[in-house]
Each structure stands twice: as structure tokens, then as C-alpha cells.
């Protein structure tokens, strides 16, 4: 058994069919490839004929496939007949930071963990609050409302077998100046962090100093590569700065950025990391080719360093 | 009718289905560089459908609600002289869909969020000086019905509701200079003949939608729905198909990807079944002289679909 398994972090958009039964026939219709990218059934295989074993959904994909499949149980089912198991889900922790929307927070984070254990998951990566632009700068008493919140979302989580993450966002009101105060003022038994490794260092972290220092509170990774490596305020505390105007990608499949990942390898096989690394291919315009260039990376350079 | 005046739906960029290339569609470079092409297609009219969920996920490249045009172009007047530099003169509607509202058992929360973004929904359409809004005024069926078990029981509750919903937005409608439109599609609540008991509850100014396709996939004729309800007709949408439902898909949860057999159910203007010239020979014939959108919805590929459209409508013009 390696010590990692990997899993994708669901970028695909809506996907409208569960399983296509007139695959000829719908492709004839106008001899497109949608037809390769319409069914779950389809995608998943993509999952595991590439060896991503696990699938991290998000709740924006919950509107579409709840009433597709009628529940999180028969999702689960679905993909598990196919080598694909759901590890967990993202959650947007929405103002956590404003003490009268504590009861909110908290309300919305149980509501997640109880879709994750019906999904069957065990992973919540958690944003710990809303973007800068419009919320920045916290005060010191908001960066510490949002520690309480994920402590208790956290608390919530720990005793129904999940465990919640946080994930920074390089445009997140939680920011390079207070990035690691909300990590040191959060329960390290409830609250672990999901190392998403091209936003730490878009954010301004350094990833190999980053991981060295918190290790032993790192749950789970979105491993992505970036060539945008700490960008100044004016572009992370902008409005809307995830989406490019002119289509440049903040993001870029392993190996085709400028992160020292085979660095980070050698600390993972340091620190005897084991458990699930979601891969993330958000802004790739063919996910598909983005997952076996993945793949062929952690084949031939991250996985000789440790598996 | 003059075919030059059609306007072209910008539902024709695949926005919420995965295909190859889709990325391209959250920036704002995607849509500057189609709305010259729209105009060279000979369309120098738009719809847009209001879409609230660029604005949930910042994606505000995505010019479909008020937030997303204020945020990249600063106001509705500036957004519309970029349209004009592109060759786009004028929005000619706005759509709206409360698909996205249907997602708890809490009708409160539907009906709250609907009528709140509609109403955003319609100044946004009188800010960029559309002729209409043409609302869907239910979500499908059966979505609603994997939210309410109990749906059937609740139609008069849900009915009225929509009344008070629509009423309320057919009176700002009135004061803004905008016609409010009911579409008709095959999946909603008030499919069939329960749209007209629906627009006969609403004020006079409430006009309703022909939406050709929609109207095939029914079973129902649109040349024999325009000549019947010609007088109530407040736009009409050109939209082709080949798929009649006949095993009730329109009430699944996602009626317009039929589960029993995968089909492409909108198809590009001209190459489906429905008649599209002689729908357009009827409503010459009828005297219309409303608004005419051309949509290329589910399209495989926008571009072609634009020339295929383009194609259509020189051969009804001649």
C-alpha cells in the first residue's frame, strides 16, 4: 500500500448524464467529442484508468448531481463501481470573520460534514472566509472569529470522522499578513490544513519553508503548479483576480510551473506523510490531458522520491 | 419579416457543461472577441441570460448579471458602448431562469431568492434598454419534485405563489418600459395549456414566449400556437430540434439531457425537424412585429453554429 493516494479535485463542470447507453449513436448526432465529456460514468473511468482513485467534489456540483442520482449514497455507489471513492468535499466558510454570522458559520460547516458522511468522505478543506476585495483587512478580532468558527465546525467535524482543512486562497480576506496567526490560533486536534500548493505561493509562502514548518498539522494537498509565485497586494487583494481578464492561468498541471514539488517530495518522504493528494487542475482547458500529463509526472519524477 | 432585425441568444457559449476549451468562457477576452464576430455573423442584436452564479464564484468575466457588468465595465451605459464599438447595437432581452433557486425543500428560500434576482434581473434588462425579460416561471419539474416529494400536492400553493411572484414583477416591468415574457418550456410546471391559466391570473402587459423547440419536443405545433395565441405573443424564440418527448423526460431531473437515450436536444437553427421558414411565413402572415431571438442553445461549436444560423436566416429572407 503507498503511502499516498490520489484523487482529483473535481473541476469538471456539470456533467449531465449519469451513463450514456446510446454512445455511437449520440456521437454520430455531430460527430463532436462532447459526447466524451457528458456522462459521470465516463469521467470516472478517466479517473481510475489514470490512477486517481479518489474524487474531492464541491458543493456547487451538489445541485446537479444530487437530483441526477438522488443522493450522495448512490453518487458514492456509482463511483465506487467504477475505482473512484469520494475522500471529501470543499467548503467556503462564508464571513466566518463577523462575530454576529458566528451561528451561520458554524450552521452551514455541520450541514457540510453531515453531506460529506453521507457521500461517504472523510476530508472538509475549508476556505476560512470570503475573498479580501470588499472584507480586507481583518482586525486581530476577526482573524480570531474565524478561528472559533473552524474550531468549532472542526469539533463538529472530529466527532462524525472528518477532518477539516484549511485552505487559503491567494484572494482570500485571510492573507499573507494573518495567514499563519489564524493556523496558530485554531485547535491543532480539530483543525488540520490542506496544503494547496500553488496558492501558498501565489499568497507569498514559500512552500517547502511552509510545510517544514506546520507538517505535522497537514491533513491532505491540492497539489497544482504555478509560474506566478508571490504576487503583490495590488493583484491579491483585487476584485475577482481568480479569473484573468486576458486568460492568463494563476494555475498549471505538476511540473509545467516553477515549484520546487520534487523539494516538497523529499519533505513528504521526511516527514512520512501519508494519506490522500488531491490534484487540481483549475484554469486547465482539457482536464483530461491535464490528468495524464499529471500522471506521467508523479510516475516518472515525484513518485522515485516517495510513494 | 426582416431577419436582419433577429437577434442572436448569447446562451450559445456552453457555459455550465464541460467540453474541451470551456475555461475560455470565464474571461473577459472570450466575450470582446465574440461580440465582433456576432456582428460580422450579421447579428447586431443580443439576449443575455441573467445568470447569477458568475457573480457566487467571482467569475465576473462572465457578462451575465449586474454585478459582472458593473464590476469589468463600471455601469450598464458603458458595457453597451462596448457592445456598440463591437457592432452590437442594441440588447434586445434578458432571460431568466430560477434553476438555481431550486435546491432545498424550503419554498420560502425559492420564491425569496427568485423574485429578488428577477427584480435585480429586470432593471439590469431596463438598464441595458432591452424590449423584454422573458422569465421561466418554474424551475423543472423534476427538480422541483426531487426537492418536494410532495410536489403535486403543493401546485396550487406553488401556483399562487408564482402569481404573487410575477404579479409584483409585472408592475415594475410596466414602470420600466420592459415587456415581461412568460417562456414555455416542456419541463416546467406550467407546461402545456397551464401557461395560459398562469398569464390569464397576471396582468394584461404580461406577454408570453414561443420558444419553437420547446413547443416540438411538447408535441405541440408553434405555427398552430402563434396563429391561436398571436394577440398574447411578446417574443418569439427561433430554436430547432429533432427530439419529441414521448416517454415523459419532462419531468426528470434533467429533462434536457433525455436519460433513456443521450441526445443533443437543441439543435443548431436549420438542422433539426421544426420549420423554421414557415414558422417564419406565419408570423409574417400574422403580422408580428415583436422581438425574434435566434438560439443555438447545447450548440457543439458557437461559431458554426452562428454561420448555420446566419444560413438559416438568408434562406427564410429569400
Avoid at chain 1, 503507498?2 to 484523487?7: D, G, H, L, T
Avoid at chain 1, 520546487?260 to 506523510?273: I, P, S, T, V, W
Avoid at chain 2, 433557486?101 to 438598464?127: C, I, K, P, V
Amino acid at each position: 500500500m503507498p503511502n499516498i493516494r490520489y484523487a482529483n479535485m473535481c473541476h469538471w463542470k456539470a456533467i449531465p448524464y449519469r451513463q450514456i447507453p446510446n454512445f455511437r449513436e449520440f456521437y454520430y448526432e455531430d460527430r463532436t467529442n462532447s459526447a466524451y465529456y457528458s456522462d459521470w460514468d465516463k469521467i470516472l473511468k478517466y479517473q481510475a484508468a489514470l490512477g486517481f482513485h479518489g474524487i474531492e467534489i464541491a458543493p456547487w456540483d451538489l445541485a446537479d448531481i444530487l437530483p441526477l442520482f438522488g443522493s450522495p449514497e448512490a453518487f458514492t455507489a456509482f463511483a465506487t463501481e467504477r475505482g473512484v471513492e469520494v475522500i471529501g468535499m470543499f467548503h467556503g466558510a462564508h464571513a466566518s470573520h463577523a462575530a454576529d454570522h458566528f451561528d451561520e458559520a458554524v450552521r452551514s460547516g455541520r450541514e457540510a460534514v453531515d453531506t460529506i458522511v453521507r457521500f461517504g468522505g472523510t476530508y472538509m478543506n475549508t476556505c476560512p472566509t470570503q475573498n479580501y476585495f470588499g472584507t480586507g483587512p481583518l482586525s486581530r478580532d476577526e482573524v480570531q472569529n474565524c478561528a472559533r468558527v473552524m474550531n468549532e465546525i472542526g469539533r463538529y467535524a472530529t466527532d462524525h470522522g472528518v477532518k477539516i482543512g484549511l485552505h487559503n486562497e491567494f484572494f482570500c480576506a485571510i492573507n499573507l499578513p494573518n495567514h499563519r496567526e489564524l493556523i496558530e490560533s485554531t485547535d491543532p486536534a480539530l483543525v488540520h490544513y490542506c496544503i494547496d500548493t500553488a496558492q501558498i505561493a501565489i499568497l507569498g509562502e514559500d512552500l517547502l519553508t511552509f510545510y517544514e514548518d506546520y507538517h505535522d498539522r497537514i491533513s491532505t494537498f491540492h497539489l497544482k503548479d504555478t509560474a506566478s509565485a508571490r504576487q503583490p497586494d495590488s493583484v491579491r487583494y483585487a476584485q475577482d483576480p481568480e479569473i484573468a481578464d486576458d486568460g492568463h492561468r494563476w494555475f498549471w498541471e505538476p511540473g509545467e510551473g516553477e515549484l520546487d514539488l520534487k523539494g516538497l517530495y523529499r519533505l513528504l518522504k521526511k516527514h512520512a506523510f501519508k494519506g490522500w493528494m488531491s490534484i487540481e487542475y483549475d484554469g486547465s482547458p482539457d482536464l483530461l490531458a491535464s490528468m495524464a500529463l499529471t500522471r506521467y509526472h508523479l510516475d516518472t519524477e515525484l513518485r522515485p522520491i516517495y510513494d | 419579416m426582416n431577419t436582419n432585425e433577429i437577434a442572436i441568444s448569447l446562451d450559445l457559449i456552453n457555459r455550465h457543461y464541460q467540453e474541451p476549451n470551456r475555461n475560455r468562457f470565464e474571461s473577459r477576452y472570450f466575450w470582446e472577441e465574440l461580440y465582433p464576430m456576432l456582428a460580422t455573423s450579421g447579428f447586431r442584436a443580443i439576449e443575455i441570460p441573467y445568470e447569477l452564479v458568475w457573480q457566487f464564484g467571482g467569475r465576473s468575466g462572465v457578462p451575465m448579471n449586474r454585478y459582472c457588468v458593473n464590476t469589468k465595465y463600471g455601469s450598464a451605459a458603458a458595457y453597451r458602448k462596448t457592445l456598440a464599438a463591437s457592432g452590437i447595437d442594441r440588447v434586445s432581452g434578458v432571460t431568466f431562469d430560477p434553476n438555481l433557486f431550486m435546491r432545498n425543500g424550503n419554498l420560502d428560500f425559492f420564491f425569496g431568492a427568485s423574485g429578488h434576482f428577477a427584480g435585480e434581473a429586470l432593471a439590469h434588462a431596463a438598464d441595458l434598454g432591452a424590449d423584454y425579460l422573458a422569465i421561466s416561471p418554474s424551475p423543472c419539474y423534476g427538480r422541483a419534485a426531487h426537492h418536494h416529494p410532495d410536489l403535486e400536492s403543493k401546485l396550487d400553493v406553488f401556483t399562487q405563489r408564482t402569481v404573487d411572484l410575477l404579479g409584483g414583477l409585472a408592475t415594475k416591468a410596466e414602470g420600466l418600459g420592459v415587456t415581461l415574457v412568460l417562456r414555455h418550456e416542456y419541463w416546467s410546471l406550467f407546461r402545456g395549456a397551464r401557461i395560459l391559466a398562469l398569464l390569464d391570473a397576471l396582468p394584461a402587459s404580461v406577454k408570453l414566449d414561443c420558444d419553437t423547440a420547446s413547443l416540438h419536443v411538447a408535441g405541440l405545433s408553434a405555427a398552430d400556437f402563434l396563429t391561436a395565441h398571436i394577440a398574447r405573443i411578446g417574443c418569439v424564440h427561433l430554436t430547432d430540434t429533432n427530439f419529441v418527448d414521448t416517454q415523459g423526460i419532462w419531468k426528470t431531473a434533467n429533462p434536457e439531457f433525455p436519460e433513456t437515450r443521450a441526445t443533443q436536444v437543441f439543435r443548431d437553427p436549420g438542422t433539426g425537424s421544426v420549420d423554421l421558414a414557415g414558422i417564419a411565413a406565419v408570423l409574417t402572415r400574422l403580422g408580428y412585429a415583436g422581438p425574434v431571438t435566434a438560439s443555438a442553445r447545447q450548440t457543439r461549436d458557437p461559431f458554426r453554429a452562428l454561420l448555420r444560423t446566419r444560413a438559416l436566416l438568408q434562406r427564410i429572407q429569400n
